[in-house]
């Protein structure tokens, strides 16, 4: 897929999350748009899955560690045809499927998640199963940077490198803020990379917003084997609106209704720029 087609879904996705938290009135947009374009690059490019058999068995697996940004999540999935894209606005609605974190009875959802820290250590488990059944499918996983001040993170690192887990591709949101402000401020995880290449990982850094390096990336994890692969995402939070860019309190906030007509005047003027 061009890097044009990708720039159009990733727009759709920014729409899906500001239109599911605005329905809401709740919600977690900021980490949510920061991660757009790697949710439309795995669903639309990078993984083997099938909407239409959501559980095939050699399909490859993702896992939101990060699971607050669930509507960046719902969004790439509605997108991809796993349901409708008018289901977003039941977000966080008494009766609705589509809760605030990933629940394993959604179509597309892997694992259910929320708890920070833990969604990595399921993806290991996948990936480890997978070697150990001798099957050949891919597992991801997204963390944010403020969820890997979480001990069981570096655990589940620790393991992966040792098990030289290269089905494994662990990918850490680099936005530098999180609900208290920012990362290096409230419990400093940096170096990153360094911290992950003390654990045997191959790692790539790349700006989260650019296809071609997100491509590039996702290729090194595939070309690289015996060692797990982390993508640092340098990346804006709130990326695409211009008032929640680079703002902590957008972390886990909805917009209201006058928020939300700025938003998507916003994201309407970057469609007219992919026109």
């Known amino acids: 897929m061009d890097n044009l087609q ?3 879904y990733a727009n759709e996705v920014r729409k899906g999350i500001i239109t599911s938290t605005h329905a809401a009135k709740a919600g977690h947009p900021g980490g949510s748009l920061s991660a757009a ?3 439309t690059y ?10 239409k058999d959501p559980e095939k068995a050699d399909r490859d697996r993702f896992v939101l560690s990060k699971g607050h940004t669930a509507p960046g999540l719902y969004a790439a999935l509605a997108n991809r045809g796993y349901f409708p894209v008018e289901d977003l606005t039941t977000l966080r609605k008494l009766g609705s499927y589509l809760q605030g974190h990933p629940n394993m009875h959604i179509p597309g959802v892997d694992m259910a998640s929320g ?4 969604g990595i ?3 290991v ?3 480890l199963g997978a070697k150990l059944d001798g099957k050949d499918y891919r597992v991801y996983t997204l963390l944010g940077d403020g969820e890997i001040q979480e001990g069981q993170v570096w655990e589940a690192a620790m393991f992966a490198g040792f098990r030289k887990l290269d089905n494994l591709v662990v990918i850490v949101d680099n936005n530098g803020l999180q609900i208290d402000g920012p990362v290096d401020k409230v419990c400093s995880p940096y170096p990153i990379a360094d911290k992950f290449k003390a654990f045997n990982f191959n ?3 790349i700006d989260a917003h650019d296809f071609d390096q997100i491509r590039s990336a996702f290729k090194n994890a595939r070309d690289t084997k015996g060692m797990p692969t982390c993508i640092v995402l340098h990346s804006v939070k709130g990326k695409g609106v211009s008032f929640m860019e680079n703002n902590a309190d957008w972390h886990g906030k909805a917009p209201n209704d ?3 007509a700025k938003a998507m005047e916003d994201l309407a003027k970057i469609d007219a720029e992919l026109a």
């Open 258 to 260: 006058e928020e939300y």
């Open 42 to 51: 795995l669903y639309f490019e990078e993984m083997n899955i099938d909407p």
């Open 203 to 205: 790692v790539v850094e």
């Open 6 to 8: 990708l720039k159009k």
């Open 125 to 127: 488990g996948m990936a």
């Open 121 to 123: 250590s399921a993806a």
């Open 115 to 118: 708890s920070l820290g833990q």
């Open 37 to 39: 374009d790697v949710f």
